[in-house]
T-cell receptor, first 108, second 110 residues
Framework: SQQGEEDPQALSIQEGENATMNCSYK?????LQWYRQNSGRGLVHLIL?????REKHSGRLRVTLDTSKKSSSLLITASRAADTASYFC????????FGKGTRLHILP | KAGVTQTPRYLIKTRGQQVTLSCSPI?????VSWYQQTPGQGLQFLFE???????NKGNFPGRFSGRQFSNSRSEMNVSTLELGDSALYLC?????????FGSGTRLTVV
């Protein structure tokens, strides 16, 4: 079964706005990772947050982790057209398990 | 440094045939994982290899198999192909945490 579940399934926003995606998971984790996938391509690793961290930044990305709620959020600030992609969270138990992703579409 | 290389990029096979996909990990990465991605099921874990040994296996039938060589290159094989095996097959290598993915092999079974 899927370990990570992203929400929403799809999101359309205007260029320049912020995009927030959420991820919930079921069991305890060592770390949680976010990946981006452009249409039909491989996944690109964006950011990893460890279970003892609450927030992490990387450029325009901000990730939060709430282990008590078993949830994480990915915030992309000042969105650009190039951010249009699917975003996946993945948890690392004994193997990495992905959710079904959030499809983000940035409108010009 | 070179990324994860998957070959071939595209493949069309007929039902009942078998197929072998190849993945060359990033130099120094000893862990290689395989995933199947379909629109309906999302990214499904197939198996992981580490130092030529299968370390984890997902819930796929025995028609799906893999192996890893001493140079960490990995192959996966699917026998007796079914229409439902049409998917993007992704390989990822890891030095221990965080995965780097290849561009995938798009398999179409007709």
């Amino acid at each position: 079964s899927q370990q990570g579940e992203e929400d929403p399934q799809a999101l359309s926003i205007q260029e320049g706005e912020n995009a927030t995606m959420n991820c919930s998971y079921k069991t305890s984790i060592n770390n949680l990772q976010w990946y981006r996938q452009n249409s039909g391509r491989g996944l690109v690793h964006l950011i990893l947050i460890r279970s003892n961290e609450r927030e992490k930044h990387s450029g325009r990305l901000r990730v939060t982790l709430d282990t008590s709620k078993k949830s994480s959020s990915l915030l992309i600030t000042a969105s650009r057209a190039a951010d249009t992609a699917s975003y996946f969270c993945a948890t690392d138990d004994d193997k990495i398990i992905f959710g079904k992703g959030t499809r983000l579409h940035i409108l010009p | 440094k070179a990324g994860v290389t998957q070959t071939p990029r595209y493949l069309i096979k007929t039902r009942g045939q078998q197929v072998t996909l190849s993945c060359s990990p990033i130099s120094g990465h000893r862990s290689v994982s395989w995933y199947q991605q379909t629109p309906g099921q999302g990214l499904q874990f197939l198996f992981e290899y580490f130092s030529e040994t299968q370390r984890n296996k997902g819930n796929f039938p025995g028609r799906f198999s893999g192996r890893q060589f001493s140079n960490s290159r990995s192959e996966m094989n699917v026998s007796t192909l079914e229409l439902g095996d049409s998917a993007l097959y992704l390989c990822a290598s890891s030095p221990g945490y965080g995965y780097t993915f290849g561009s995938g092999t798009r398999l179409t079974v007709v």
